[in-house]
């Protein structure tokens, strides 16, 4: 009995050694990008988020949402002894003046830091990691920065890419506060339709045979059907998320956009690899069969996913560009 006694309390402090040197990283980390660590509690639940340090109180809050992948928001190495610090999200933060705050919101379960060479990804991340949980961790985060960090607010500013984006389309129904939105590089109709659509498309181009895409498609529309009847198991599929994941993006995001009446700024690469353009368009044509006037829709002309423009003989980073029009966009509309 002693001797496990004495080894309960050597675990413990071997568990509370290596929290406390994790949380010693973590304030280097945020020390080192200029950030501050925010908690919110709700109920059985903590919700973390991290906010841009301030001299002044800002009037202003810019919100990035991220994208799919299950990405921690800083990380480290050790390199000759020494800790090397790393954030997991755009530069955007450096490109607003001292009048705004930015802030971003870790996905479920990937709060604090990671060692890059051992990213392990929490189980509640796959438990959490569905549309309604992820909305509600940036509301309640924009509502703690509302009361909390802002002076007389006067613009509340959000935007996501690629799955960021679908949420944003979400979040923006549920958060009265919002004044404009970035719609960049998320899906317009139904995941499992746009999946299907780029098989047709590769057929099209003779990159698949007319029989292996429509094979393809069909085994889309079964994994569809497959979700749709167990709907909340958390097993992981061969993309490495959840039916629970799947089952709560079901609804077109276009639906959600065309329900909101604040100012939205789109943005599309011809060239993505994840959202088909040819579906994109749907929003102007439906804005405009809507009679609705909210929407500036926008292209990046043979650019990807994220932005990256190539003409066939160079490549272009247009990310800090769109960035900067979006924040003068806002600043008119």
Known sequence: MKNIILWTILLISINANAQNNKNQLLEKALEQFNFMEQKVIQDSDTITYYLKNYVHQPTKLVVFIQGTDANPIFSYTIKDGKPVYYRWFVDDYKNIDSTYTFAIIPKPGMEGIFPNENITIPQKY?????????????????????KNHLKQPEKIIVYGHSEGAVIGAALASKNKHITNLGFWSGNVLNNFYEFSLFNRIEAIKGQLSDSLAHENIMGIINWYQSVIENPNSIELDHFGFTNKRWSTYEKPPIEDLLAIDIPIFAVFGTKDESTPIETAYLLPVQFMQKRKSNLTFEVCLNCNHSYIQNDGTNEINRWDEIFEKFIKWTDKN
């Open 126 to 146: 796959y438990e959490n990691n569905y549309q309604a949980y992820r909305v509600n961790q940036v509301h309640q985060s924009i509502e703690h920065i509302i």
